[in-house]
């Protein structure tokens, strides 16, 4: 089982841009389902962004055309790109990690401590 370490959180103006970077302590490539969800104060934790390991993408609508997931060649990092923040964005972000099954469950059983985004107007 890997472990997650995100970072590159921080404040930003509306508008802005940030990337997130999660760590993980071993390859998770093709082997594992991974995401990106956030937690605002209040309101229950959300996927924003799921990547499988055939490569296939998807976004909450809330954050499609701003936000984009990605990893590196060696598929031990995990991106997150975020454009044109706004203040609905202020969140807890977490990377998260799911051994894949054949296919990717909808829930995952690994998560990082999170990174903070705050995003002002």
């Known amino acids: 089982e890997v472990q997650l370490v995100e970072s590159g959180g921080g404040s930003v103006q509306a508008g802005g841009s940030l990337r997130l970077s999660c760590r993980a302590s071993g390859y998770f490539g093709n082997r594992y389902c991974m995401a990106w969800s956030r937690q605002a104060p209040g309101k229950e934790r959300e996927v924003v962004a799921r990547l499988e390991p055939i490569g296939r993408t998807t976004y909450a609508d809330s954050v499609k055309d701003r936000f984009t997931i990605s990893k590196d060649n060696t598929g031990t990092t995990l991106y997150l790109q975020m454009n044109n923040l706004k203040p609905e964005d202020t969140a807890m972000y977490y990377c998260?990690?799911?051994?894949?099954?054949?296919?990717?469950?909808?829930?995952?059983?690994?998560w990082g401590p999170g990174t903070q985004v705050t995003v002002s107007s």
């Open positions: 998260a990690a799911q051994e894949y099954l054949g296919y990717c469950p909808r829930t995952y059983n690994t």
